[in-house]
């Protein structure tokens, strides 16, 4: 009898563990993306904040919104990874900007 190859059970059953596997995972992964979302915004604001100084550090002055940094090549854009809008405050530091009601 030749040797050298997989059974069809073989094959079903390392099939069937992977499948068990991805039904465990997948549901992990995505109940966890709204807490990923918001650490990418947290970093995002992070950097811009960076961003100010050092734009601060090169002109003597802060940046009068966060549209001058971009025209700058300081940030290659202006918003979170998930889409929230980003402002510079009046402290100078960046903060989310307020969501706009839709009334």
Same mark, same amino acid.
């Given at each position: 009898? %030749?040797?050298? &190859?997989?059974?069809?059970? @073989? ?7 992977? /499948? ?7 549901? %992990?992964?995505?109940? %966890?993306?709204?807490?990923?979302? /918001?650490? &990418? ?12 100084? /050092?734009?601060?550090? +090169?002109? %003597?002055?802060?940046?009068? +919104?966060? +549209? ?27 903060? @989310? ?5 839709? /009334?």
């Amino acid at each position: 009898m %030749n040797e050298k &190859g997989f059974t069809l059970i @073989e094959m079903m059953i390392v099939l069937l563990i992977i /499948s068990v596997l991805l039904i465990i995972t997948i549901p %992990n992964i995505t109940k %966890n993306q709204t807490t990923v979302r /918001s650490k &990418g915004c947290q970093a995002f604001l992070k950097m811009v904040d960076a961003q100010i100084q /050092s734009y601060e550090l +090169d002109n %003597n002055a802060p940046p009068s +919104d966060i +549209d001058v940094l971009v025209t700058e090549k300081y940030l290659k854009q202006k918003s979170c990874p998930d889409g929230t809008a980003v402002i510079i405050g009046a402290n100078g530091e960046a903060t @989310e900007a307020p969501a706009e009601d839709e /009334s």
